[in-house]
């Protein structure tokens, strides 16, 4: 009787043991799912960072500092040319935010210093209101956080002042220009 009772008892076991291993298996592919969503995300961002700044050229300073200098006297090919340079910012930290969120931080930078050197100026200011005016997805969580980060630059002159004070602590003359 006893060997019996061992038996059923060893049966039970080796039954919750196959149930605990499926259940291991199905969470093992949900998290494959998850990791391949996340890398095909990342490779798509990242193609976009790649065709958008290929159109930045081999030297887009130029036209980088015009646009914080005297945005109004860009014309329409530096005006393609900054909304390449602004879509890869927007790009890289919508990658950076979806990898954080995932528990993978990918370095210690914090995302808001980032935003707030592209859009701490009125290029960056006009441009991130009319992009997201333009049909932009504004329920959209990663664009609502974005949206938040760069609105807190109110400051429409950090970028200017940061190169001037750079520029200072360098000893450039040209940088009472900025």
């Known amino acids: 009787m006893s060997l019996d009772k ?12 196959i149930l605990a291993g499926l259940v291991m298996v199905g969470i093992q592919i949900n998290q494959d799912n998850e990791l391949t969503r996340l890398q095909i995300f990342s490779d798509t961002t990242n193609s ?15 036209v980088i500092m015009k646009a914080l200098m005297n945005p109004e006297d860009l014309t329409h090919e530096e005006l393609r040319i900054m909304d390449a340079y602004m879509l890869t910012a927007v ?53 609502i956080e974005l949206d938040r980060i760069i609105r807190s630059a109110a400051d429409t002159d950090m970028t200017r002042k940061f190169f ?3 520029g200072q602590q360098l000893g450039i003359k040209s940088t009472e220009e900025i």
Not at 6 to 15: E, G, R, T, Y
Not at 103 to 129: C, H, K, M, P, T
Request: hydrophobic share 40%; no cysteine; net charge negative.
């Open 48 to 62: 976009r960072i790649q065709m958008h700044q290929s159109i930045l050229g081999d030297n887009p300073a130029p």
């Open 164 to 166: 001037r004070g750079l």
């Open 91 to 143: 790009n890289e930290a919508r990658l950076r935010m979806v990898l954080a969120q995932q528990g993978l931080q990918v370095d210690s930078v914090e995302e808001e210093n980032i935003l707030l050197f592209y859009f701490g100026n009125r290029f960056g200011q006009a441009w991130w209101n009319e992009f997201i005016s333009e049909g932009e997805d504004t329920e959209n969580e990663l664009n």
């Open 6 to 17: 061992l038996n059923q008892w060893l049966m039970v076991i080796s039954h919750l043991g």
